[in-house]
């Protein structure tokens, strides 16, 4: 079964923050990551967080760990068309990362 | 610069037939991956090499072979190509050690291959 969960598809209003949400299995991961890929590219790192944090901030991006329940999510706020990708979720694991399915995110005027 | 390039961006296939999808960074990077990505399933990795020389199988490795005799290239060859290879292929790079950690991996474009 997949290491990494997500749900696959998200749609949500422009301006309005978005939610991300993964699952993860291996309890030794130590980091993970949150990658973006638009149409006909490849995937680009948007953030990663290091297991002893809960939250990490990086502008319009927030990340929130737990890892008691082994929940990782991704908050957008203030959502652009921009933002319009597939977001893939990540765990490190022995020089190998592991990615999710992808939540395809559509953002609506 | 030009990071990661992947040819060709497109290929039909038959059948049976075998062909090399190639992958080429100008990064000095040790680490390189192969990841094949089919809708709703993810990226799946098929092989990595952590250095010249070395090459290691990842998930989905069956089908397909890699060699790495240079740091620079990392082609994945795919004999006796079968209709459940039809997909999209991604090469990635990392410089390893705290740029991995921090995943730091550089994909190329894809490679979208349909075997009919």
């Known amino acids: 079964g997949e290491d990494v969960e997500q749900s696959l598809f998200l749609s949500v209003r422009e301006g309005d923050s978005s939610v991300i949400n993964c699952t993860y299995t291996d309890s030794s991961s130590t980091y993970l990551y949150w990658y973006k890929q638009e149409p006909g590219a490849g995937l680009q790192l948007l953030t990663y967080i290091f297991s002893n944090m809960d939250m990490k901030q990086d502008q319009r991006l927030t990340v929130l760990l737990n890892k008691k329940d082994k929940h990782l999510s991704l908050r957008i706020a203030d959502t652009q068309t921009g933002d319009s990708a597939i977001y893939f979720c990540a765990e490190l694991n022995d020089y190998k990362l592991s990615f999710g399915a992808g939540t395809t995110v559509t953002v609506r005027a | 610069n030009a990071g990661v390039t992947q040819t060709p961006k497109f290929r039909i296939l038959k059948i049976g037939q075998s062909m090399t999808l190639q992958c080429t960074q100008d990064m000095n990077h040790n680490y390189m991956y192969w ?82």
Do not use: H, W
């Open chain 2, 35 to 116: 990841y094949r990505q089919d809708p709703g399933m993810g990226l799946k990795l098929i092989y990595y090499s952590v250095g010249a020389g070395i090459t290691d199988k990842g998930e989905v490795p069956n089908g397909y072979n890699v060699s790495r005799s240079t740091t620079e290239d990392f082609p994945l060859r795919l004999e006796l190509a079968a209709p459940s290879q039809t997909s999209v292929y991604f090469c990635a790079s990392s410089y390893g050690g705290l740029a991995l950690y921090t995943g730091e991996l550089f994909f190329g474009e894809g490679s979208r291959l349909t075997v009919l």
